[in-house]
Structure formats: C-alpha cells, structure tokens
C-alpha cells in the first residue's frame, strides 16, 4: 500500500496565489465584463526589453544550426552567464564570488524550496511573521513543523514578528534557530534592512552557528544608500549566508525563469560526529542530481541584462514600478490610510481599517472595485489588518485603482 507524505496534510488547503487566482478566475467568469485591476501577485507587466529579445532571437537562430546547437548545458549554468553575474552582481559591488558559488537555475522560488534538505530534518527553523509563504510550506512539506495551533502557528517553527512597532523589522529568533530566512527588501512587508541591522544578522549567525537563507529577489528596486544590494557586502557573510537572487522582478523573467543562488565555498554545516561540510558541495550535488538546467535561449538573454544598453533599459523598466509604488504609497496615505514599503521594493503594506478581515477585505475590493490585492493574512498571522498592493500594473491601472480607492475612503 502507497502511503503518502502526511506531512503535506498539515499544509494550508491551497498556497496563497493559487487560492487568489482561482478566486479571480470565478470572479471573472460570473462578471465577464469586468475590468480587474490586478495588484495581487508579484507579476510583472511590462514586455521583456530589447536588448534582451535580441539576444533571445540570436540564440534561437544558434539552436537551429547543428554546428551551433546545443543539448544539455551545465547543471550549474554557462560560464558566460556565471562570468556575467560575478562582473554585474558582485564585482561591482567589490564582493569576490568565485564562479563556482554560483548556481544559474529556473527560479529563486524553486531553490529557496529546495535548499532547506540539504540540512538535517532536525534543524530548527526561524522566519519572520508574515512572510514569503514559500519558506514556510517547503519546511512543513520536508517535515519541520510540527502542528499548527490554534493561534495559526507551527509548534516548532519559530516566528520572528515584523509589525508596525518594530518597523517590520524583527528581532533576532527568541530560541536558537539553526536556519534563518530573511527576505530584503522584504515580500510582504517592503521593508528593507539598512547595511547596520544586516550587519547584526550575520554577526548573530556568526555567533550562533546559525544559517541565513538570504532571499535577495527585490534587490534590484533598492533606492535607498544604506541598503546592500548584497548579503556579501558584510564582512565574513559568506561564512553564514546562501544568497538567493533573481531575474524575475529585476529583468521581467517571471515567464521566462531564470534566477542564481550563491553558496560560498567557506560556508559550512555540521554531520552527525560533529565534522565540518561544506554546503556549496551538497547543493551542488543535489542539483547535478535533480536539476538539468536552464535553457540556453534563456541563459542568453539573462546575460544580456547585464550588458550596458540592458542595464539602462532595466533601470528604466524599474523607474517605472517605483514611480507606481510612489503613487500607490502617496494615494493610500491621501485616502487617509496608514502604508509602508513601496520605498525600496515594489510591494505596499497598507494598513486596513480596522474590524475587517484581510480576506473579506480582498472580497470587498474585489467586488465593489474591481481591484485585487493580497490579504495580509495570507502571509501569516501578523500580517492580519493588513493588505498587500503591487506596484507591477501599468500606471494608467495603478492611477485608476488609486482614484477608485480615494472615492471610496472620502465616501
Ligand atoms: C509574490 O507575489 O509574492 C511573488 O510574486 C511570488 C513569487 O515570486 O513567487
């Protein structure tokens, strides 16, 4: 008899985007009318730029010539996309990453999943509250929770708060975690830790032999100069820190899948006599083992974001949702709501009022204005009262949702 994994029974019914999106679809479907302004998913909008669909188009043509085409490429990546994100990621910000602490795949989702068993299924786990769902759900999968109580915690999982009173920014885990996610610019939140506060997170993983999983996705839209662009630009980060970074909200890719992950080579975890292992060794046998790859044509264009014209055409392409987030920052508070992020991340934290539920509050906005966004509470208990906006919509879309929102509020 077949018996299944019954860690996955302890999941939520259905993962937060997907649950938004089937209710959409209905929603859609019962008024085919109805012109929705979507704000609920981290989805860019804006088409892929050119000097990316150029090399797209070179590469394709490459594919259709069998003295340029090519099967399975390295499990780990092309060197020329590797060289690409050692010169634009971490040269340029005078961090040494050597090509093989990178790993190219299809998505930071998928790694930060999968990156959790390469470690013992004992460790203890720490993630802020709200947070990224991902984290959580593939430690619940892997067996690392425990039960979910009736407050809507996991038993063992230890949640760090991030509320308006601690400026979404937590402290450190109130019990010794051995694997730490942190997300920043932060997915809810927006918040974004200066140089100082991360410097205080590696200094406590130093100190406590813990491991931070370092989501780095949002790095891209970081306006602000007291922000790292990097985990490794704090000394001896390497020693505590995987780096997860991606193509998807910085270059459009979230269609076209590509992202790297940074596993330094001094990093390191313990076997069960206590022996040193390096991790960079691990994953890098666990992805020749499961993963064959991203595709040339999309290893091409990845490259291609760090060429001078894609650099300038993404930093447009960036402008562009900031200047949203702006608008739906500014438009919120002139409703006479409280709001936070939208500074150095594409996502808005607006405070609702008070008495409604973030899920009823998704109904009502979904219903009386056409307008999606994501309960906070879909994120975590903290994330109660609270409701995710999307700066990734076009800005005639982002100005008409803010409109219908300030009508509303002076109503
Ligand atoms: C989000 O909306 O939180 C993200 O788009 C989801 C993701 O990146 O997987």
Request: net charge neutral; aromatic share 12%.
């Amino acid at each position: 008899m077949a018996k299944i994994n019954s860690n996955y029974l302890l999941l939520p019914n259905s993962y937060l985007f997907a649950e938004i999106a089937k209710k959409i679809k209905a929603y859609q479907k019962a008024n085919p009318k109805a012109d929705i302004i979507k704000m609920g998913i981290g989805d860019v909008t804006h088409p892929l730029t050119n000097s990316i669909v150029t090399a797209m188009e070179k590469a394709a043509k490459e594919m259709a010539e069998s003295s340029t085409f090519r099967g399975y490429g390295p499990e780990q990546g092309y060197d020329f996309l590797v060289n690409a994100v050692i010169n634009g990621e971490y040269k340029s910000r005078n961090i040494d990453i050597a090509p093989d602490e990178i790993f190219i795949s299809d998505g930071s989702k998928c790694d930060i999943a999968n990156i959790q068993e390469i470690f013992d299924i004992n460790s203890t786990v720490a993630i802020t509250d709200p947070v990224y769902p991902v984290y959580l759900d593939s430690n619940i999968m892997a067996g690392r929770s425990g039960r979910l109580n009736d407050k809507g915690y996991f038993e063992k999982i230890i949640y760090m708060s991030s509320t308006k009173e601690n400026n979404f920014k937590p402290s450190f885990p109130a019990k010794h975690a051995d694997l730490i996610y942190i997300c920043s610019p932060n997915n809810p939140t927006g918040a974004a830790l200066t140089k100082a506060e991360l410097k205080s997170w590696v200094e406590y993983a130093l100190e406590n032999k813990s491991i931070i999983l370092y989501d780095s996705a949002y790095s891209a839209y970081i306006q602000e100069e007291d922000v790292c662009g990097s985990i490794y630009e704090i000394p001896d980060a390497k020693k505590v820190a995987v780096e997860f970074k991606s193509f998807s909200k910085t270059a459009g890719f979230t269609g076209i899948r590509c992202a790297f992950t940074v596993v330094p080579k001094e990093l390191y975890a313990f076997d069960d006599m206590g022996n040193k292992v390096a991790l960079n060794k691990l994953w890098n046998r666990r992805q020749t083992t499961k993963f064959n790859g991203v595709s040339y044509i999309t290893q091409r264009a990845a490259e291609a974001v760090y060429s001078e014209q894609g650099m300038k055409e993404t930093k447009e392409v960036i402008k562009y949702y900031m200047n949203n987030a702006a608008i739906i920052l500014c438009g919120l508070k002139q409703a006479g709501f409280e709001a936070y992020g939208g500074v150095n991340a594409p996502y808005i934290w607006w405070k609702i009022p008070d008495g409604i539920k973030s899920f009823d509050f998704l109904d009502i906005l979904l219903e009386k204005y056409q307008i999606v966004g994501t309960p906070g509470s879909g994120f975590g208990p903290c994330g109660e009262g609270y409701f995710r906006l999307t700066a990734f919509n076009s800005q005639e879309k982002t100005k008409e949702a803010m409109q219908k929102i300030y009508k509303a509020a002076s109503n």
